[in-house]
C-alpha cells in the first residue's frame, strides 16, 4: 500500500536550502531533532487545553507539516555533512515516540465514544516504531514500512484537525477512523517484522 513516506526523497530535495542554510549557522542534527520535539510536547499541550477552541485546529495541520519537515532535515543534516552520532541515533528514535505521544493524546477528548481507540492507535504507533527498530538490529535496515507509518499518521490528524476546523460533524465518528488507522498500523507492523527478518547480503 502507498505511503507518505515513499515522498520523502523528493520533500528533501526541495528541502535542501534549509539543509544548507543551517549547516551553514552551524545549527547541528540533534538541535533540530530536539527542538521539534520540544514543539511537539508544547503543541499537545496546548491542544489538550484548547480542544474548544477554533485556533488549535489551524495550528495542528501546520505544525504537522512543520515536524514532517524538521524530521527531514535532521537527517538529511546529518548525512550531508557526515553529522550522525550515536545520541542521534537514540534522539532520533525516542523523539519521535514522545512528540507522537503528546500530540495524539488530546483526541482522547474529543472523542465521544469509545475513547480507547486513541490509547490503541498511540500504543500501536509506539509497537510500529519499535519493529522497525528492531529490524535495524537483526537485519541492518531501519523498516519504513507503511501503511499508517510515522508520516501517514502525521497527515491523518493534520486532515482530522482541518475537518473538525470547518465544522465538520466528524467527533461521532472518531473511534471509527482511530481504529481503521490502527488497523492499518497492525499490517505495518507484520510488515516490518517480516521485511526485518530478512539479512542484506
Not at 71 to 86: H, M, T
Request: glycine residues 4%.
Amino acid at each position: 500500500m502507498i505511503s507518505i513516506y515513499e515522498l520523502k526523497p523528493k520533500f528533501q530535495q526541495l528541502l535542501m536550502p534549509i539543509v544548507n542554510f543551517l549547516h551553514n549557522k552551524k545549527v547541528t542534527p540533534n538541535q533540530v531533532t530536539i527542538s521539534a520535539c520540544l514543539l511537539s510536547i508544547l503543541t499537545g499541550v496546548l491542544f489538550y487545553f484548547n480542544t474548544e477552541s477554533a485556533w488549535i485546529y489551524v495550528v495542528i495541520p501546520v505544525f504537522m507539516f512543520i515536524r514532517m519537515a524538521m524530521n527531514a532535515i535532521d537527517g538529511v543534516l546529518a548525512k550531508r555533512f557526515n553529522l550522525q552520532s550515536r545520541l542521534g541515533k537514540f534522539l532520533n528514535e525516542l523523539t519521535d515516540v514522545i512528540s507522537d505521544t503528546v500530540l495524539f493524546i488530546p483526541f482522547i477528548l474529543l472523542v465521544q465514544t469509545f475513547p480507547v481507540s486513541v490509547v490503541i492507535f498511540i500504543a500501536l504507533s509506539i509497537i510500529s516504531e519499535m519493529a522497525g527498530v528492531i529490524s535495524e538490529s537483526v537485519s541492518g535496515d531501519r523498516r519504513y514500512d507503511g501503511p499508517m507509518g510515522k508520516s501517514d499518521r502525521a497527515f491523518l490528524i493534520g486532515v482530522i484537525a482541518i475537518l473538525l476546523l470547518f465544522s465538520i460533524p466528524l467527533q461521532p465518528y472518531l473511534h471509527f477512523i482511530f481504529l481503521a488507522a490502527s488497523l492499518l498500523i497492525c499490517l505495518n507492523i507484520y510488515k516490518r517484522v517480516i521485511n526485518g527478518m530478512e539479512v542484506k547480503r
